[in-house]
């Protein structure tokens, strides 16, 4: 997958999966941009992440870049995004498409970092006068690493 997460403190991810309840971790996106700090918590067999971002009134802001990438930058599938809970002042658009990647050198794919590849592109688009708060949870499937679930808080301005 093309997001980078570290966690952080004291619970590593086999005790996360086990219940820890939460951890500080930092996503990478696909582009390179540091998101902010999201909160993974734990049932018995999922990891839900918990993260927020803001969009303009009437705006469209992204949310994220999913590649599934070979170490030469071709693709092997495309991740499957579910809304969960759709949003109640916004659309989740969704589309294939290329975009930026991002791994860290350690990975042999970091050498696509500066390359277009294909992926999914997620975004969060604001109803034209909505301003307040607004929630999301959706559902990344991907060709080998299974699910995540990810509960975005959006906060419109």
């Given at each position: 997958?093309n997001?980078?997460?570290r966690?952080?403190?004291?619970?590593?991810?086999?005790?996360?999966?086990?219940g820890?309840q939460?951890?500080?971790?930092?996503?990478?996106?696909?582009?390179?941009?540091?998101?902010?700090?999201?909160?993974?918590?734990?049932?018995?067999?999922?990891a839900?992440i918990?993260?927020?971002?803001?969009?303009?009134?009437?705006?469209?802001?992204?949310?994220?870049?999913?590649a599934?990438?070979?170490?030469?930058?071709?693709?092997f599938?495309?991740?499957?995004?579910?809304?969960v809970?759709?949003?109640?002042?916004?659309?989740?658009?969704?589309?294939?498409?290329?975009?930026?990647?991002?791994?860290v050198?350690k990975?042999?794919?970091?050498?696509?970092?500066?390359?277009?590849?294909?992926?999914?592109?997620?975004?969060?688009?604001?109803?034209?006068?909505?301003?307040?708060?607004?929630?999301?949870?959706?559902?990344?499937?991907?060709?080998?690493?299974?699910?995540?679930?990810?509960?975005?808080?959006?906060n419109?301005?």
């Amino acid at each position: 997958m093309n997001m980078h997460i570290r966690i952080f403190g004291f619970c590593g991810l086999a005790a996360l999966l086990a219940g820890c309840q939460a951890s500080r971790v930092t996503v990478d996106t696909a582009d390179g941009q540091a998101l902010p700090h999201a909160v993974l918590t734990a049932g018995a067999s999922q990891a839900t992440i918990s993260r927020s971002i803001t969009v303009p009134s009437g705006g469209t802001n992204k949310v994220a870049f999913v590649a599934f990438t070979n170490p030469d930058c071709t693709n092997f599938g495309y991740a499957t995004v579910r809304e969960v809970v759709p949003p109640e002042h916004g659309a989740l658009d969704v589309k294939q498409t290329e975009g930026f990647g991002y791994w860290v050198e350690k990975n042999p794919r970091s050498q696509c970092n500066n390359k277009r590849v294909s992926g999914v592109l997620i975004q969060y688009r604001s109803k034209p006068g909505f301003t307040g708060i607004d929630h999301v949870t959706y559902e990344i499937f991907a060709p080998t690493t299974g699910l995540r679930r990810y509960d975005l808080t959006v906060n419109v301005l």
